[in-house]
């Protein structure tokens, strides 16, 4: 009976079919799933991995756009809705779902990426959410990132180990990988590949910062992109052994560990 009341009030409450960007960001990226996802560990804890693609669309509504990554002429490749169905489904199978939303002093671009889930069914596989990225319009500070971004709030009392590329004149990203297993991340990590590599599997965060790539990622830092998806504390060891990452900080509030901590000593 419980969990009758909260899929009612997830349907009457959450979704909004209608809208493209929407003015009020706290609303229409409510927390209910992350209740549910306890229960039956359909979803992660951010509460959106692992969904399907019908069940984000009934949450935020139709996409603004669908974008694809064209590999013969190296450049993406925006559809409408309505373009997609007629051609690009048949030339490119799976695109990226595009929302904006609008917070008071900013706008976010989420984009969803997918993949097919067969362990249900080969015949009729789902299109399961497997990873997604959030750029901000403007750029905004490392310290307030929790604030911003939703799916974010829900880890302040979660560890987790940081990394950061050993080339910053490559990519100045910083990666984090919260603390712990999940088999619902192994499975959604496991989607296309046979045999993964690695075993334990647990949500990670990739944060692009906008300037400079000699600075250390602090409070202040500027960051223009998240990309939220899972990782392996086993393959950025690996990676730190291999002399591609290096251990850091983790700047967030949530919990500061040290750079022996981050190493896994």
């Known amino acids: 009976m419980h969990l009758l009341l909260i ?3 997830l349907f009457l409450g959450c979704s909004s079919p209608s809208t493209r960007i929407k003015d009020n960001y706290s609303s229409s990226l409510c927390k209910v799933s992350y209740v549910v996802s306890q229960n ?3 979803v992660l804890q951010d509460g959106l991995l692992g969904l399907t693609k019908e069940q984000i669309r009934n949450k935020f509504g139709k996409p603004y ?3 694809v990554y064209d590999w013969t002429f190296k450049k993406n490749r925006i559809f409408s809705l309505d373009e997609w169905d007629a ?3 048949r030339l490119y199978g799976i695109g990226e779902d595009v929302y904006f939303f609008k917070t008071t002093n900013n706008e976010l671009r989420y984009s969803f990426h997918y993949l097919l ?3 249900s069914s080969r015949f009729h596989p789902k299109t399961r959410l497997n990873s997604y990225s959030i750029e901000f319009d403007q750029p905004i500070r490392f310290g307030n990132i929790d604030s911003v971004i939703e799916q974010l709030s829900n880890f302040k009392k979660e560890k987790a180990c940081c990394y950061s590329k050993k080339r910053p004149l490559v990519t100045d990203t910083l990666i984090c990988v919260v603390n712990g297993a999940s088999t619902l991340a192994k499975k959604i990590r ?3 590949i046979s045999k993964p590599k690695y075993t334990q599997w647990n949500i990670d965060f990739r944060l692009k910062a906008c300037e400079g790539t000699n600075a250390s990622f602090t409070q202040n830092r500027k960051i223009c992109e998240v990309t939220i998806s899972t990782g392996s504390i086993e393959e950025q060891n690996e990676l730190v052994r291999l002399k591609y990452n290096i251990p850091a900080n983790n700047p967030f509030k949530l919990q500061n560990l040290t750079l022996s901590e981050a ?3």
């Open 263 to 265: 190493n896994g000593k």
């Open 40 to 42: 039956n560990e359909q």
């Open 190 to 192: 496991s989607l296309g």
């Open 117 to 119: 889930d067969t362990t």
């Open 7 to 9: 899929l009612t009030f």
């Open 87 to 89: 051609i690009g489904r």
């Open 65 to 67: 756009f669908i974008e």
